[in-house]
């Protein structure tokens, strides 16, 4: 499960100074906005290609992966909120580096990477299903043309 983690093994966090977990938190930012764009790109492709599955087939398979695609954005969103959040703190532990909540921010930045780690285990999964369904549903819709163009007359 934390196969994509971003740092070191070990007690990187606990050691590492408060710029480098700025940096590694920034990272961790970028990647949340790349990921909520390719959200986006599914949504369209599933509205447009995929929106009106062939004589009903696979309607469910759509309606899924719609709901996937609801609740995999509104916890990009979360993330992306507690990221900004975790920055704002990261900025304070910059200028005040002896704070006495050092430890325990440094547990919820750990936290924090879990959860992203997670979201990007599931977003990798849903990236495959949606590819699969659309790659199905071309391929589905080509059977079709080449069948209406088989079973038309000839006009000599």
Same mark, same amino acid.
């Given at each position: 499960? +934390? ?18 977990? /700025?940096?590694?938190? %920034? ?11 390719? *959200? ?15 004589? +009903? ?19 990009? %969103? ?5 990221? +900004?959040?975790?920055?704002? %703190? ?17 547990? &919820? *930045?750990? *936290? ?7 979201? &990007? ?14 790659? /199905? ?20």
């Amino acid at each position: 499960m +934390n196969k994509f983690r971003k740092r070191p093994v070990g007690d990187y966090i606990q050691k590492a100074d408060w710029h480098e977990l /700025y940096a590694l938190t %920034q990272n961790w930012k970028l990647e949340l906005l790349f990921y909520i764009d390719e *959200h986006k790109f599914f949504r369209r492709l599933i509205d447009t290609d995929l929106g009106e599955p062939i004589h +009903n087939e696979n309607l469910d398979a759509v309606r899924e992966l719609k709901m996937d695609l609801l609740e995999t954005d509104r916890r990009g %969103q979360d993330l992306l909120r507690k990221t +900004n959040k975790h920055l704002e %703190q990261l900025a304070l532990m910059v200028e005040e580096p002896k704070r006495k909540d050092s430890r325990i921010f440094r547990i &919820e *930045h750990e *936290h924090l990477e879990d959860e992203i780690a997670r979201f &990007e285990n599931n977003f990798r999964i849903l990236r495959k299903d949606v590819f699969a369904l659309a790659e /199905y549903m071309m391929e589905r819709q080509e059977m079709l043309q080449l069948d209406l163009k088989s079973n038309q007359p000839i006009i000599a």
